[in-house]
């Protein structure tokens, strides 16, 4: 059988800064009661975006959707260490990832900017990466099901109740 060649995203999976800073998460959300920044929320967001992309009209690379929901939250324990917005953190931390998974200098710029605007309201609607990472992103939360539902400072009107198909 033919060896599978290393995608761009294995390349990511497999950096040293990647798990370093899935480490930092882990550790900084060790005693957190409310949602976590780890691997099940990057892949939640993943497949959940890789979906939104197939129902477009206009689907981009698999890859850029995958690359960005991996790295998206990549820098949340710089939020907690210093109050740096993880959005921007996790932008600024995932262009040297980024480049050396082999992505293109417009590639990075795209992954990058969908980051860094995956908290801006400004973005929800949006039919680009940016609108499916934010959209994604806040429909992998599963509100309906959360203990602490009543206590996290979500607005209601983002939270789910309800399942979205
Ligand atoms: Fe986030
Ligand atoms: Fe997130």
């Known amino acids: 059988m033919k060896e599978r060649q290393e995608s761009r995203i294995d390349r990511i999976l497999q950096h040293e800064l990647f798990r370093y800073h899935l480490e930092e998460n882990r550790k900084a959300e060790a005693e957190r009661v409310f949602c976590r920044h780890d691997m099940n ?5 993943a497949r959940i975006a890789h ?22 939250d990549i820098g949340r324990f710089v939020q907690y ?29 795209i992954i990058s900017d969908a980051i860094r605007y995956h908290r801006d309201k400004r973005v929800k609607e949006d039919k680009g990466l ?8 806040k429909s ?4 309906y099901l959360c203990p602490m539902e009543a206590r996290c400072d979500w607005k209601k009107k983002k939270k789910n109740f309800t399942l979205e198909i």
């Open 81 to 109: 260490e210093d109050g740096t917005d993880h959005a921007e953190a996790s932008a600024d931390l995932a262009m040297d990832l980024l480049e050396d998974a082999g992505f293109t200098g417009k590639e990075i710029r």
């Open 51 to 72: 979906l939104m992309n197939l129902e477009s009209d206009n689907p981009m690379k698999k890859e850029w959707i995958y690359a960005a929901a991996l790295l998206h």
């Open 140 to 143: 992998s939360r599963r509100c």
């Open 130 to 137: 940016p609108g499916i990472l934010y959209r994604a992103d």
């Open 41 to 45: 929320h990057f892949l939640d967001v």
